[in-house]
Nanobody, 124 residues
């Protein structure tokens, strides 16, 4: 079993930045691909970013490419999402997800463990 705990969400003005963190426990973190998803009110959960087990490969949704950066520190069992130039449409609950596999996926079906989510609000 894997436990994921997100932190770092909050309220920021449009154009601002936030960094989300997700600490994992309970399994060999360094052998897991990790991802970030988000869900806005009334919308389905959507892919944001993913990273493979080593950090060598990263993937982004088109809507965040160039503004968000996913990274990981395997020594700290932590994955990060640096979010810059936030827009009101980035407002959502952000979820951290862990896979049983080393290769990152860009769909929810590729992940087996989920955090409780953290709220991000970018005010216009």
């Amino acid at each position: 079993q894997v436990q994921l705990v997100e932190s770092g969400g909050g309220l920021v003005q449009a154009g601002g930045s936030l960094r989300l963190s997700c600490v994992a426990s309970g399994r060999t973190f360094s052998r897991q691909a990790m991802g970030w998803f988000r869900q806005a009110p009334g919308k389905e959960r959507e892919f944001v970013a993913a990273i493979n087990w080593s950090g060598a490969s990263t993937y982004y949704a088109d809507s965040v490419k160039g503004r968000f950066t996913i990274s990981r520190d395997n020594a700290k069992n932590t994955v990060y999402l640096q979010m810059n130039v936030l827009k009101p449409e980035d407002t959502a609950v952000y979820y951290c997800a862990a896979s049983r596999f080393v290769t990152a996926a860009q769909s929810m079906q590729g992940y087996h463990y989920w955090g409780q989510g953290t709220q991000v609000t970018a005010a216009s």
